[in-house]
């Protein structure tokens, strides 16, 4: 199969022309100004956007977790990433405790059997190294599975929560192993005093959900994991940050030279923590960790991924439904599931409200949303841009078109949308994955078990195209 994409504007995370883009099989073979070759298929993208198909390193498909599982799996949330123009993410395979790490990746790759759209790769999220998992089995995993992310948790203390020791060691292997640390950093201790003392005053509503996660317990988390991973000698990657008190350590970090590196999610930008008081226990609609923050963190964080001090944009994308699962914490705020859906609407929302609105540039955009995650995590070149010998991922992006975001359209299976009823101009129209339609004329065309798992490169190397890779070994 060929495709020829004609006339669009070529956006990298450097560049920004118009061109033409050949496709032969699943990789570009030429980037050129009239190309006139014969094709299977012809796309005019003038006044379009040629962008990569954007990667997502954050998300938790068919998660199971207190008593509940995440609502998409991988089918429908890889159809609201495909519709979205996310043709790439990492999801979190969690170690069930006292589980093996092979086993847990065993199970994570039967939920994806038959269903991928979309390519994955998995990060390992460590929850026991007491029992099941093993150091040496962790080391293992970049070579012997293409795991190469390590992910802690400093919070929940309940179920996902490792102590330092853990986290520490973890921090060692990967120095060794040249896998990337990543930790949700908050202080799962201070806030379980705080849960519990906010409950036995009959405090039970999920405004107390912020309110018991103060910011101050996220900067101190994230300055811990940044002196640990310094002592350990590994790089650092802190997920979902959502505030000054996190962003500032990160910053300081960066400035000294040192190997740490930083992600904020679309919701962060746009949701306050006023919405946590939204009548009816639609509040609990935005109850996900860390919680929705003061108002004024939202330019901060604009200027975190402008300045480079964050370097992606992740979704987050924890879905549950609201009427059937987050009315589990009704009486009880600790009781709603956290999270929320977002995997299909981040780059409608960045291109909107970042680029349209003159936060960011486009080539800024594609560096955050595609580039970066992609180089972070071991795709790139393979996925996160548009070059010769890439995969042929695109996304063809119409600037123009406006819709309505809402739970009406969405392809999650969430009953609700986080940003339900915003207007945005600016979203995909055809998305290619590998060289082959995914979505068009607003339907999906790809079939389930058409995605492919990644197994990525270690922190700081090169994920060849597959035909480089095979001309570099003779
Ligand atoms: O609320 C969230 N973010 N749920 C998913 C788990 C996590 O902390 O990322
Ligand atoms: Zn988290
Ligand atoms: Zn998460």
């Not at 589980?99 to 939920?111: I, P, R, S, V």
């Not at 609609?285 to 929705?292: M, R």
Request: aromatic letters at 8%; proline letters at 5%.
């Amino acid at each position: 199969m060929s495709v020829l994409i004609k006339g669009g504007r070529v956006i990298t995370a450097a560049d920004d022309y118009v061109a033409d883009i050949f496709i032969e099989g699943e990789r570009i073979s030429l980037i050129g100004e009239s190309l006139d070759l014969p094709a299977d298929k012809v796309i005019d993208a003038s006044g379009k956007y040629v962008l990569p198909g954007a990667v997502d390193p954050h998300t938790h498909l068919e998660m199971p977790w207190r008593g509940e599982t995440t609502i998409d799996d991988f089918e429908s949330g890889h159809t609201a990433a495909a519709f979205g123009g996310t043709t790439t993410h990492v999801d979190f395979c969690i170690q069930g405790k006292g589980q093996t790490f092979g086993a847990a990746l065993e199970a994570w790759h039967a939920k994806r059997e038959g269903k991928a759209l979309i390519d994955n790769g998995f990060h390992i999220a460590v929850t026991d190294l007491r029992e099941g998992g093993t150091l040496e089995e962790l080391a293992r995993l970049p070579e012997e599975h293409g795991v190469t992310s390590y992910k802690l948790f400093m919070a929940y203390k309940d179920s996902l929560m490792v102590d330092d020791e853990t986290l520490f060691k973890t921090m060692q292997v990967a120095a060794e192993t040249g896998a990337l640390v990543m930790v949700h950093a908050e202080n799962g201790d201070a806030i379980e005093v705080l849960m519990n003392e906010a409950v036995a005053a009959g405090n039970i509503t999920p405004r107390f959900h912020a309110l018991t996660r103060p910011p101050e317990l996220e900067g101190e988390a994230t300055n811990r994991a940044i002196q640990l991973a310094r002592v350990a000698g590994s790089p650092l990657y802190v997920v979902h940050v959502s505030c000054q008190e996190s962003a500032e350590p990160i910053a300081i970090a960066r400035e000294k030279g040192w190997n740490v590196f930083g992600e904020t999610c679309t919701q962060y930008f746009f949701i306050d923590q006023s919405f946590l008081d939204r009548p009816d226990f639609e509040g609990a609609k935005y109850v996900y960790t860390p919680p929705p923050r003061a108002k004024a963190n939202q330019e901060i964080l604009w200027n975190a991924v402008r300045t480079n001090v964050l370097q992606a944009i992740s979704t987050d994308h924890c879905a549950y439904l609201f009427k059937g699962q987050k009315d589990a914490g009704l009486e009880d705020f600790r009781q709603i599931p956290n999270g929320g859906p977002g995997l299909e609407n981040r780059l409608q929302m960045i291109h909107h409200f970042g680029v349209r609105e003159g936060r960011i540039s486009l080539n800024r955009m594609v560096e955050l949303l595609c580039t970066n995650p992609a180089k972070l995590f071991g795709l790139y070149p393979r996925k996160g841009t548009l070059a010769v010998g890439s995969d042929a991922d695109v996304v063809i992006f119409d600037p123009e078109k406006k819709l309505t975001i809402s739970a009406a359209t969405h392809h999650s299976r969430s009953d609700y949308n986080l940003y339900e009823g915003t207007e945005v101009q600016g979203s995909p129209e055809v998305v290619l994955l590998r060289g082959s339609v995914l979505v068009e004329n607003d339907k999906l065309v790809a079939k389930p078990g058409s995605g492919q798992f990644i197994k990525r490169a270690k922190f700081g190397e090169e994920l060849k195209p597959a035909a480089l890779a095979a001309s570099a070994a003779v």
